[in-house]
């Protein structure tokens, strides 16, 4: 009986009887033998783009703009107390800044793109050309995080596979190395994408441009082009004008509106993740939202506000706080704020969802300078991007916001373009218009004319930060422009809140004394700009070289 099972093993074995794919499951024969099937992978490619709607530390918590109590966040305990080392790099939200994660989903783009090639005969011609064409901007996308957050980086364009004896430790490329290859990906993707989408939520010909914009600016700007060559600049505000100059994408005419998912891939948005119901909504009003809400804990509060962010939002006649001739009253600091900041926080009596909201002295969420609740440490909640008919508890419990996040949208465009034109040929006309179509669209006057270049990068500067708050720019921003540090730097100066003091017990009373409070003493070496290359990948390749100081 035994001899005979022996037989019926090997008979098997000969005739390959056993070497069939488990079920369920693709070979590449099958993925890439119809268009049906590769649309399966190249939609799960799309599924790598970083889930930031469900995350719950935001981006903005690494910078000066957002403060969270807990010391575990990374924000707190690792990138603003100058702990970061290649044993704990932080991995921004969803984990999108991930190395080993990143050059995963960049294996995927190459595994598609060599197998499409092979059986190119199995597709129409339009579809190859589409996939291609987005699978080569979700590439460059990938890239794009890597260069921005580590500077040069391997440039890996095939599947490794050392099967055959071949080496696959890549060293890395120079940070111009890195950046023409996104270029030529970004150029790739755009002379093969249409300007609309057959789909929503594929990528375009503007998304490339988009991309290939912004990763320009960010080699332009101080922290990477160390002898401000003109000609960096003139490249990335030429690259953003045919965005503009494309006439595509419009400001939406509802800035905090165009962020729910009634308004998802308005005529603003230039890329998106999308998200669906029933099992691929999100719970951003649950994790962000206010605390307290008509007397019950609604939400964890994980947008809170520095009073840093807070003071650079102007007055709706167009001025500083800082101006005498504002009209700024720091004991009445709410008044005749600009739209924006009504659209964008949610302050000291302030309503949200019917409830008035209370961070002073004896209020419903008072200010908790001690971190011993959720409630918010600087006296503020973010109001911007969440959808006030979600109650947190609901969002919480079953996801079901829908509403997109936004990778880049027009306004964008538009600032990067007056940023990179004021850099390369100072404020011309057409810096001026670029500014004020973003500020016009939230009721604020046009810039004063005859700025010198140093006051419009002042403008641009601020305008880029109240514009993109809550939005996961202000990392990318603060480490490009090469102001974390100094003596001014704004990862080592404190994070501030707004301790408000009421003068008597009048019940929802406006007789109240404001005072600015330290949350939080920033710490950050100039190095730090660069994350580290994670120590267990230097181990696995030995062919890489850290960044300087770790």
């Avoid at 107390?81 to 969803?94: D, E, F, K, M, R």
């Avoid at 005749?336 to 961070?359: A, K, T």
């Avoid at 006296?379 to 880049?408: A, C, M, R, V």
């Amino acid at each position: 009986m035994l001899a005979m099972l022996i037989i019926s093993i090997g008979a098997c074995k000969k005739d390959d009887f056993l070497n069939v794919p488990p079920k369920g499951s693709l070979t590449d024969a099958t993925t890439f033998s119809s268009e049906g099937n590769a649309d399966l992978f190249v939609n799960d490619i799309y599924n790598q783009l970083p889930d930031i709607n469900n995350e719950d530390q935001v981006l903005d918590q690494y910078t000066d703009n957002d403060f969270v109590g807990a010391s575990w966040m990374t924000g707190q305990s690792v990138v603003r107390s100058n702990s970061i080392n290649p044993s704990n790099v932080p991995g921004g939200p969803a984990n999108s800044f991930s190395w080993s994660g990143l050059y995963s989903d960049i294996r995927k783009c190459n595994v598609f793109l060599q197998e499409a090639a092979k059986n190119k005969g199995n597709f129409s011609a339009a579809w190859y050309t589409q996939r291609v064409g987005e699978v080569t901007f979700l590439r460059a996308f990938f890239y794009s995080i890597l260069y921005t957050n580590y500077n040069g980086v391997p440039i890996i364009t095939t599947p490794l596979d050392n099967s055959d004896g071949s080496n696959i430790f890549i060293a890395r490329s120079t940070a111009d190395q890195t950046v023409a290859f996104i270029e030529a990906d970004c150029d790739a993707a755009a002379g093969a994408l249409a300007a609309k989408a057959p789909q929503t939520g594929r990528a375009t010909s503007g998304a490339a441009l988009t991309l290939k914009g912004w990763v320009e600016l960010f080699a332009a700007s101080p922290l990477s082009n160390k002898t401000n060559d003109p000609a960096k600049w003139a490249k990335a505000a030429a690259t953003n004008l045919q965005v503009i100059n494309s006439k595509v994408y419009s400001l939406f005419s509802d800035y905090n509106a165009q962020f729910l998912a009634v308004n998802n891939w308005n005529s603003e948005t230039i890329f998106a993740r999308g998200y669906a119901a029933p099992n691929k909504g999100h719970k951003k009003e649950g994790i962000l939202g206010p605390v307290i809400v008509h007397g019950g804990e609604q939400a964890w509060g994980n947008l809170a506000p520095t009073q840093n962010l807070v003071d650079d939002y102007e007055m709706d006649n167009g001025k500083p706080i800082t101006d005498p001739t504002s009209g700024y009253d720091p004991q009445h600091p709410y008044v005749n704020r600009e739209q924006r900041f009504y659209e964008s926080i949610v302050y000291d009596g302030s309503s949200w969802q019917g409830d008035i909201w209370e961070s002073r002295i004896g209020g419903n969420n008072q200010i908790d300078l001690g971190s011993t609740s959720d409630i918010s440490n600087t006296g503020y909640n973010g109001k911007k991007t969440l959808d006030e008919s979600i109650n947190g508890q609901t969002s919480l419990g079953i996801s079901p916001n829908t509403s997109n996040y936004i990778f880049y949208r027009y306004a964008e465009v538009l600032l990067s373009y007056a940023e990179a034109q004021n850099e390369a040929v100072g404020p011309d006309q057409s810096v001026y218009d670029a500014v004020n179509q973003v500020r016009t669209r939230v009721a604020l006057p046009n810039l004063p004319v005859g700025l010198s270049q140093a006051d419009m990068r002042t403008d641009i500067r601020r305008e880029r930060r109240i514009e993109l708050a809550m939005e996961d720019k202000r990392w990318y921003d603060i480490r490009r422009w090469d102001i974390t540090t100094g003596p001014n730097g704004v990862l080592t100066t404190p994070d501030y809140g707004m301790q408000i003091t009421p003068n008597d017990n009048t019940p929802h009373t406006t007789n109240l004394t404001y005072k600015r409070v330290v949350t939080f003493n920033n710490t950050f070496s100039e190095y730090m700009n660069w994350l580290p290359i994670p120590q267990s990948v230097m181990e696995q390749n030995k062919n890489l070289t850290q960044n300087p100081g770790y």
